[in-house]
C-alpha cells in the first residue's frame, strides 16, 4: 500500500495550493482520507478528512471556511483546496486512509496508511 500525496509549493499569503492524495494497493474510494499537518517543532494536527462515500467532511476550526476536501476520479484521488493561505499554514503536509469511522468523526490523528508527505510553505 502506497498513499502520495502532492502539490506543495512556497506561495505568498492569501494565495491558494491544491493538494492530491492517490494510493496504489489498496480500493481508496473504500477508505475514510484525512489530512494532517505537522509545522517545525511541533506536533502533527488535523486539518480536514471526507467519508468514503464522498459525503460528510471535517475540518479543524483553523482552517474551516479556507480549506476543502474533496473527492474525484471516482473516489481515487483526494483533494484538498487550501485557499487564503496564512503563514501559520506553513507545514508538511500528509494524507493517510483508514477503513474506520473515527477519522471523520472524531478527527483522530491515527490511521492504517500515510503518505510521505508535501512540504507547504507560505511567505508573509
Known amino acids: 500500500v502506497q498513499l502520495q500525496a502532492s502539490g506543495g509549493g512556497l506561495v505568498q499569503a492569501g494565495s491558494s495550493l491544491r493538494l492530491s492524495c492517490e494510493a496504489s494497493?489498496?480500493?481508496?474510494?473504500?477508505?475514510?482520507v484525512g489530512w494532517f499537518r505537522q509545522a517545525p517543532g511541533m506536533e502533527r494536527e488535523f486539518v480536514a478528512a471526507?467519508?468514503?462515500?464522498?459525503?460528510?467532511?471535517n475540518y479543524a476550526d483553523s482552517v474551516k471556511g479556507r480549506f476543502t476536501v474533496s473527492r474525484a476520479n471516482a473516489g481515487n484521488t483526494v483533494y484538498l483546496q487550501m485557499n487564503s493561505l496564512k503563514p501559520e499554514d506553513t507545514a508538511v503536509y500528509y494524507c493517510?486512509?483508514?477503513?474506520?469511522?473515527?477519522?471523520?468523526?472524531?478527527?483522530?490523528?491515527?490511521?492504517?496508511?500515510w503518505g510521505q508527505g508535501t512540504h507547504v510553505t507560505v511567505s508573509s
Open positions: 493517510a486512509a483508514d477503513p474506520g469511522w473515527a477519522l471523520v468523526a472524531t478527527m483522530t490523528l491515527e490511521a492504517d496508511y
Open positions: 494497493g489498496l480500493r481508496f474510494r473504500e477508505y475514510r
Open positions: 471526507i467519508e468514503w462515500s464522498d459525503g460528510p467532511t
